[in-house]
């Protein structure tokens, strides 16, 4: 197959026309497919575009952040990731979020019992 084979022509590309599809639709149909049988509406092969949903959820930015930690709180922090299945970032998060939400006496409770400072 040459170079020229691969080349679009007009005509090919003027063919494709999308259909939109909403992505409940497009996966409920890809598991009907499995089954072999379809249930969209123009069972034609043609390329599909998904539709966005109406109202996407609002997406949280993150930022990097370098820490520097003991090599006895980097174990902690590995074994309990292996433990709750979640990563690193977001167990942090957690945990950042849960100190944030005790009040100065309890974070120096904390900070005593564990000898942090």
Known sequence: MGMADLK???SSANRQQTTAVSIDDFIDDATFY??????LTNPAPSPLRLVE???PLPSTQ???ATFSFSEQAITELAEMVQEEHQSKSKLL???IH???QLTAQQRATLEDK???R
């Open 53 to 55: 949903p109406v109202n």
């Open 62 to 64: 993150f930022r990097n």
């Open 93 to 95: 998060r957690q945990l």
């Open 8 to 10: 679009k022509t007009a």
């Open 98 to 100: 849960a100190h944030y």
């Open 34 to 39: 499995a089954m072999g049988t379809s249930q």
């Open 114 to 116: 564990y000898k942090l």
